[in-house]
């Protein structure tokens, strides 16, 4: 069976499943909302080769990026650790009790990751190492809350894990960007890759790398529209993609 990358993609979606808990107008949700999804993440990076698991609800209702445990999670002194309270400019949005918080997270935020820990263990079953891509999109100016507020951001950001990320991918995303004339930044503005936490730190076959694109390249500005670029951007992300998928199963098994 061929092999499959696993294109994880957190941060398309704008669905709140239920309003429980938010003390805010639908205007004002709806604004937070359009400033923190990654507008057709889910198309650009889409590949039917390829195994795609897509949160299917709004991060400003469950972020399946961050840790469920808010003493890990850095964001979370910002009241936006995995369930947000506050939006980007620190208001709040909602109230979240003990109980409406173990319902979330037991509805949508694992069963999402199971999703995903399946995906992995089924890659290394059939192959013996699995590689995903975390699949994303930031603003050309940071959010309130970034942690790197640098306003000068590249066309596209790889985020890397020392333990998870072969250094060979990171040469082969340089190569790549170099060659298609875009800037990359790595592991800037935003850092890191998602891997399952039964193999975070323990397991050197499951491999992870972030790709995110500046939406300033495919969005008109401020708004969740296609611009002319779009079809372009999509082609550059579909290229990459094979580039990495084609140099990553190459490689002998790490062990």
């Known amino acids: 069976m061929t092999a499959k990358v696993i294109l994880h993609i957190p941060h398309a979606s704008n669905y709140i499943p239920s309003l429980e808990g938010y003390e805010v107008k639908e205007d004002v949700l709806n604004n937070e909302i359009l400033k923190l999804t990654d507008w057709h993440t889910d198309d650009l990076f889409y590949r039917a080769d390829d195994e795609v698991i897509k949160a299917p609800f709004s991060r400003v209702f469950c972020d399946v990026e961050r840790f469920e445990d808010d003493e890990k999670e850095i964001m979370a002194q910002f009241g936006m650790g995995v369930i947000y309270e506050k939006s980007d400019d620190g208001k709040q949005i909602r109230t979240i009790n003990p109980s409406l918080r173990n319902k979330i997270l037991s509805s949508y ?17 059939l192959h013996g190492k699995a590689l995903i891509i975390d699949s994303h999109s930031f603003p ?23 333990f998870h990320t072969p250094k060979s991918l990171i040469n082969k995303s340089i190569t790549f960007f170099e060659r298609a004339g875009y800037s990359l930044g790595i592991d800037w503005p935003y850092t890191g890759t998602i891997v399952p936490m039964e193999h975070y730190q323990t397991n050197a076959n499951v491999s992870s790398i972030m790709l995110e694109i500046n939406r300033s390249l495919y969005l008109n500005n401020a708004t969740n529209q296609k611009s002319a670029r779009y079809q372009e951007i999509k082609k550059v992300v579909q290229d990459y993609i094979k580039v990495i998928k084609k140099s990553f199963f190459k490689e002998e098994r790490r062990t």
């Not at 935020?109 to 079953?125: D, E, F, G, I, M």
């Not at 507020?149 to 020392?162: A, C, E, M, V, W």
């Open 140 to 162: 050309n100016r940071p959010f309130k809350r970034d942690l790197n507020q640098n306003t000068t951001r590249p066309d596209f950001n790889i985020g890397t894990d020392r």
């Open 109 to 125: 935020y694992k069963p999402h990751h199971q999703k995903l820990a399946n995906a992995v263990n089924t890659q290394l079953r």
